[in-house]
């Protein structure tokens, strides 16, 4: 080290650094600073400014020249991204191109990206349901994973912490299955769900039917009107960057927090290339970045390290990270860094048509659908699959490309056209997938990207265990469709790939033991304490549950044991 | 190519020259984007509640769509069918379509639009005995996938989708608000009462 100028490493040296600024890292940043931590924020991709930066955000579908679809040339281009339902004409900005970041597909997986600062946050589905205990016992249980080294009752305080802060609507509906958040009022189910939602919880005894739970602010407090953020005004159309801030994402909330406590720092345009270790202090000092431009490469240093780069540039970032203590990547002793990943399982959806009820519409555009927690194998393991899939369904009213009859043009054919359909149902599925250790990501040993990073290689598929469950799903939707009174009842298997779902997770597993496991209980690397690692890639089993509201608590809960271990003096 | 007609009104030189490759720009002369705006205006006429098709500007919304959306081969079919209209309007009506009177405009389109079932009516039968049992165009797949392979639902989707996505169309037509305020699950409903635009 004695060549390098000292005055640089002063200038590059902070308390800590935060590799990713989307969902896990903003809250990791929004923690550090607010208690006194100079934190530097790396962002492989551009800024993108709250208000400032989301250019379609006020544009009606006639502002858009091809009315919000995809140019044949950008489908060309982005055969994987184009597959994503947000990926669109008013939201394309905010999603990573296929050409400009390729990976390697050992087996079909659509890896969708965003990056940008705010990451996915800008883009996500703002769907919040924490985790019941059932789902953190499950794989102890069952046996199918290691055991989770924390219970609900270590999150739930943090699921506290975060719901007041980025604002959850939501109805309480006391559920064991599905515990009740600190929630802002409900949205609306329409007439048609309610008579369902009566209909299915009269047949089923096990089976509850609630309103979604999503981070809108239906009603903002205090604590969201200090952020400068307003009302959700029911657009749906959140991909864009909301003028309301009524939507939670990283840019119109936890940066600009972090930011107004005077000890943040972003950098976009870093490129996080590895983490750098020590092997006479046998710790992580700093981090190689390279600027995404120029390919200049700078290193930053400090005494914490939190990776959150989004599941699968978690892997890669720490399997980059090689030293003479850690040849196959930082904190791998066990080798099972990168695998044991999971997602989950979108392939089933239904549809089905309602007679009656056409007196009935709704106004405004709900940012959430009707939802059913898990009723399989909750209790005890009595399916013969593994686990078991929240089930999402929404009624609305057919618009104006519902099929009419008669005339197929002129007056009258435009008349029907104008007044809405019949009643029609939505059903999907979203279902917990096994980790395996067969299920992993890697390095290519050959290809590189731009940044002279190697390619990040993923081998991830589907098994038995998915496709019962969702054969389980498509009849037990069927048949609760049917006993709502729903017709022409159809069920579908997308066959999707993996990756589609968005909710990777793993890879680098938190666990009890060393041996089977790469964090702890905190989120720390095993072997490499001072580095944190907080976003999807800590998962040990993947719920049901979107996930985001976890990676968000698990990352609040670890930010502040880092600074009380800072304090401590035990990470330095 | 795919599409069922009385073999009298196939002409040779149609099919080749319609399954040529890309569209060029120049087929979306004025002429043809006035031909388009009629087309569109048969479909969704103006009415005495809201504007048509030709206030939403359709032929312009075509030529854009038409051209950066579509394949080439959905290009091919759909200027095949343009050109089949424009020769029925001259051969049998003698005279420009933009001139026939509204009922031989829709003499014509509900031709097509009956084709077009039939059509897709026997390419579902036929195709499940053989993939290649319905006669496409070379390399025409793409086009069969999405739009049945017959150019008029190309024609009557692109009306509906550019006129309700238009401003007159989604403002006067339908109800479009691009900031509900809220969300309400019970509205009561009559009838006449519009379809909301997004």
């Known amino acids: ?572 | 190519m795919a599409i069922i007609l009385p073999a009298a009104i196939v002409s040779p030189d149609m099919i080749f020259s319609s399954c040529k490759s890309a569209v060029k720009d120049e087929y979306f002369t004025e002429e043809n984007i006035k031909l388009l705006d009629e087309i569109g205006e048969t479909i969704i006429p103006a009415t005495s509640t809201s504007p048509g098709a030709k206030a939403a500007q359709i032929g312009q919304f075509m030529k854009v769509y038409v051209t950066d959306c579509y394949t080439p081969d959905e290009q091919s079919t759909f200027w095949y069918g343009i050109n089949k209209i424009k020769e029925i309007s001259s051969n049998k009506y003698k005279n420009q379509f933009p001139k026939l009177t509204l009922l031989q405009k829709k003499e014509i389109l509900q031709k097509f639009e009956k084709d077009a079932q039939e059509y897709a009516k026997n390419k579902k039968k036929s195709t499940s005995a053989s993939g290649d049992a319905v006669q496409t165009g070379k390399g025409n797949q793409e086009a069969m996938n999405e739009y049945g392979g017959h150019f008029y639902p190309m024609v009557k989707e692109l009306t509906l989708f550019g006129f309700f996505t238009s401003q007159p169309g989604a403002t006067k037509a339908l109800r479009y608000i691009q900031t509900p305020g809220s969300y309400k699950g019970d509205v009561p409903y009559k009838e006449g009462d519009k379809v909301w635009a997004t």
């Open chain 1, 1 to 572: 080290m004695g060549n390098i100028n000292s005055k640089g490493i002063k200038d590059n040296t902070y308390d800590a650094i935060v590799i990713g600024s989307g969902i896990s890292g903003g809250w990791a940043a929004k923690e550090l600073c607010e208690h006194g931590i100079k934190t530097l924020v790396l962002e492989r991709g551009r800024n993108v400014r709250h208000l400032i930066d989301y250019p379609t955000m006020a544009k009606d579908p006639w502002d858009f020249p091809h009315r919000n679809e995809l140019t044949l040339k950008v489908k060309e281009e982005n055969p994987i991204v184009s597959k994503c339902y947000a990926f669109r004409e008013d939201a394309m900005q905010f999603f990573a191109k296929d050409k400009e970041h390729p990976y390697i597909q050992e087996k079909p997986f659509d890896w969708i990206r965003g990056y940008q600062v705010g990451g996915k946050s800008l883009i996500w589905a703002r769907q919040t349901q924490r985790w019941s205990k059932y789902d953190f016992e499950g794989p102890a249980r069952d046996g199918f994973a290691v055991d989770w080294p924390i219970r609900y009752e270590d999150l739930a305080p943090w699921y506290s912490h975060v719901e007041k802060f980025v604002g959850i609507s939501g109805n309480k509906d006391g559920l064991e299955t599905l515990p009740d958040g600190e929630f802002l009022p409900p949205w609306e189910m329409n007439v048609v769900e309610k008579s369902m939602q009566k209909r299915i919880m009269d047949n089923y005894k096990d089976r509850n039917v609630i309103i979604g739970r999503c981070a809108h602010l239906t009603q903002p407090k205090e604590i969201h009107l200090e952020q400068v953020r307003g009302q959700c005004q029911a657009r749906n159309l959140c991909q864009r960057g909301c003028p309301f801030g009524g939507y939670f994402s990283s840019n119109s909330s936890t940066l600009p927090w972090a930011a107004k406590t005077g000890n943040l720092t972003l950098r976009p345009d870093s490129v996080v290339h590895s983490i750098i270790y020590d092997d006479k202090k046998n710790m992580a000092t700093g981090v190689r970045v390279i600027d995404a431009h120029t390919k200049v490469i700078t290193e930053y240093f400090a005494k914490i390290i939190f990776v959150n780069a989004a599941a699968l540039n978690s892997n890669l970032i720490l399997l980059n990270s090689t030293s003479t203590r850690f040849p196959n990547g930082l904190g791998n002793d066990n080798g099972l860094l990168g695998k044991y990943v999971a997602f989950q399982n979108y392939r089933g959806t239904l549809n089905a048509s309602m007679d009656s009820f056409l007196d009935s519409y709704y106004y405004g555009r709900r940012p959430c659908a009707v939802m059913m927690p898990n009723f399989r194998n909750v209790y005890k393991q009595e399916m013969d699959f593994l686990r078991g899939y929240m089930v999402f369904f929404s009624a609305y009213r057919g618009g104006w490309e519902h099929a009419v009859a008669g005339d197929q043009m002129g007056e009258t054919f435009k008349q029907a056209e104008t007044e809405p359909g019949n009643w029609g149902v939505s059903m999907m599925m979203q279902g917990e997938t096994i980790p395996k250790e067969t299920n992993r990501v890697s390095l290519s040993k050959n290809k590189k990207d731009e940044w002279g990073i190697p390619l990040l290689s993923i081998d991830v598929a589907y098994d038995d265990n998915d496709v019962k469950s969702l054969k389980d799903f498509l009849i037990q939707g069927a048949e609760m469709l049917d006993k709502a009174g729903c017709k022409n009842i159809t069920s579908n298997d997308s066959k999707q790939a993996p990756g589609l779902d968005i909710h990777e997770v793993g890879g680098v597993r938190m666990g009890k033991d060393t041996k089977t496991s790469l964090l702890n209980k905190w989120n720390q690397l095993h072997e490499c304490p001072n580095v944190f690692v907080t976003d999807g890639a800590c998962m040990t089993s993947t719920g049901t549950q979107n996930p985001s509201i976890t990676f968000m608590a698990l990352t609040a809960r670890a930010a502040n044991y880092a600074v009380e271990e800072l304090k401590k003096g035990n990470l330095n």
